[in-house]
């Protein structure tokens, strides 16, 4: 198809040229003689549209020998030159040509390029022209007949990146591009020399950190999808018992981000019975046991209970619990799941089903509108965050630190894990849990109460103690352990260690993620 476009460019050209010739003779040759119509560089150009069109007015006709043989000339090359100039405008608008011209008005805009077009591209494609409608969608391959065209403005243009990138002329903000099926990075041919270009590219994957190198970023769907869950669905204080049916893909991940996140009193014993292949699991994070009490319930401090067993042998449980979450990978399975709860189990407790489909009555989580959206996929708003913890964290203690740029992956992914948990820090301290979405009335008065709080000893007490649980549970999560210097190596760290073991100053660290607070509610 390329080659033809430019076999059809290239004859195009030629008869231009050929034709300009063509006038420019014909016009020297009649305007001096006295009876001749044609006398200027117009009634020539006139006349041979004319004459090429095959319309044939004669109000302009050449007199001398030479005229009228240019004028044979053009009787000859008018179906050739019409047919030419025909298939190149054809070629034009059927190909790239005419969407990479239009692209070329609105180099100013926002540019995001997906590598293809698939449900959940174009989901995330709606979902950031609803935020940012002066924006310029591209998908990077010709769309099929039979494709519903989407809801919004985009262009199909089978085109690579770099493509696209150098037709933007390093005007207005960078392209964002987007790989969006699951390790696409690494087979992709659209993916290679990425990292060369000055993009920001977003790539779906199922294993490795969030941040390869340079311009290139990782994000789980399933991650995703776990993040939404516990912020749209959080912990509340009256809830002691969570089972987790299907530990996949989708169950891990739901499970660790309560790990990271769960927090809501130093004092809570929440229990999470867990139905699922956990091997795997158990034999990554061996120090669980450091802050988890493992598969016995206890009444002091959260429990992860894994059960070998089917999950239909506890009618019991099911009818103790407060919370069941539905999640295994197989959809179907998980409707299974669903329907044989509803019909055979004494329940007391809310169900929650992970399910793409929105269906009346019944508590759903993780569809394509809720996961591929711009704050889960590129994160920003929690990256932001996160570099303000580390920028009060570097004020606040008197020991060398790093900045934002200077960190490593595991540090940077602690400083998100504080950042994440800043929702349930506003539904501590306002004692509501009905927050779901962080505003700037909501997240002001919060800080307003943390400030007022705080000077009470005992109260500052209780939220460093709270912050300093989750940031345990966060290392030992990591298989980091107690030692009296910080190997970073060895994964030691002086702090991992009861909070009343802490001196002052590793006190006061944990202040950070509390003062967060305050420049978000400015920021927002």
Not at 38 to 46: G, L
Not at 71 to 98: Q, W, Y
Not at 453 to 463: A, D, H, I, L
Request: hydrophobic share 40%; glycine share 4%.
């Amino acid at each position: 198809m390329k080659r033809k476009n430019k076999i059809y460019l290239r004859m195009t050209i030629l008869l231009l040229v050929i034709y300009v010739i063509l006038l420019t003779v014909l016009f020297l040759s009649e305007y001096n003689d006295s009876s001749a119509t044609i006398r200027s560089f117009r009634d020539a150009f006139w006349y041979s549209l004319v004459t090429l069109t095959t319309v044939g007015y004669g109000d302009l006709t050449p007199v001398t020998p030479l005229g009228q043989a240019i004028g044979v000339i053009f009787l000859l090359l008018s179906a050739g030159i019409m047919m030419t100039l025909f298939g190149a405008v054809i070629s034009f608008v059927t190909s790239e040509g005419l969407p990479l011209f239009l692209l070329g008005f609105q180099r100013k805009k926002n540019w995001y390029y997906f590598a293809d077009y698939s449900v959940e591209s174009s989901t995330l494609a709606e979902n950031i022209y609803k935020e940012d409608p002066d924006t310029v969608i591209i998908f990077g391959e010709k769309r099929d007949e039979q494709t519903e065209y989407p809801n919004y403005p985009c262009l199909f243009i089978n085109v690579s990146p770099a493509r696209i990138v150098a037709h933007k002329k390093n005007t207005g903000s960078k392209c964002k591009i987007f790989l969006m099926k699951e390790n696409d990075i690494g087979t992709n041919i659209r993916a290679i020399d990425l990292h060369a270009l000055p993009v920001e590219v977003y790539a779906r994957t199922t294993n490795g950190r969030d941040h390869l190198s340079g311009n290139i970023n990782f994000f789980h769907s399933y991650d995703c999808c776990a993040r939404q869950y516990w912020h749209s669905k959080p912990l509340c204080r009256r809830e002691n018992t969570i089972v987790l049916i299907g530990f996949g893909n989708y169950g891990r991940c739901i499970l660790e981000r309560a790990i990271m996140t769960n927090i809501l009193s130093v004092s809570q014993h929440v229990a999470y019975h867990i139905f699922g292949d956990a091997g795997k699991f158990l034999a990554m994070h061996n120090r669980l046991h450091e802050t988890f009490s493992l598969n016995e319930v206890s009444e002091t401090t959260d429990s992860l209970i894994f059960h070998n067993d089917l999950w239909e042998n506890h009618h019991a449980l099911m009818a103790l619990a407060d919370r069941i979450i539905i999640c295994p990978d197989d959809e179907p399975e998980g409707w299974n799941i669903f329907w044989r709860l509803n019909s055979y189990y004494k329940l007391q407790g809310r169900i929650h089903l992970h399910s793409n489909r929105r269906t009346p009555g019944v508590s759903y989580f993780g569809t394509n509108e809720e996961i591929y959206t711009p704050d889960q996929i590129m994160r920003t708003a929690l990256n932001r965050a996160a570099i303000t913890i580390n920028e009060i964290f570097c004020r606040s203690v008197s020991y060398p630190t790093h900045s934002w740029d200077e960190l490593d992956d595991f540090h940077r992914d602690s400083k998100i894990a504080a950042a994440d948990h800043l929702l349930m820090k506003i539904r501590i301290l306002l004692d509501d849990e009905t927050v779901t979405e962080l505003t700037p009335e909501i997240t002001q008065k919060a800080y307003k109460v943390y400030s007022e709080n705080r000077k009470s000893p005992e109260m500052q007490e209780m939220y460093r103690r709270l912050d300093h649980t989750r940031w345990l549970r966060f290392y030992t999560f990591y298989n980091w352990s107690y030692g009296p210097a910080r190997n970073d190596i060895a994964r030691q760290h002086p702090m991992l260690c009861p909070y009343d073991q802490l001196n002052p100053e590793q006190k006061r660290e944990r202040d950070a993620a509390w003062e967060l607070l305050g420049s978000i509610a400015l920021e927002l």
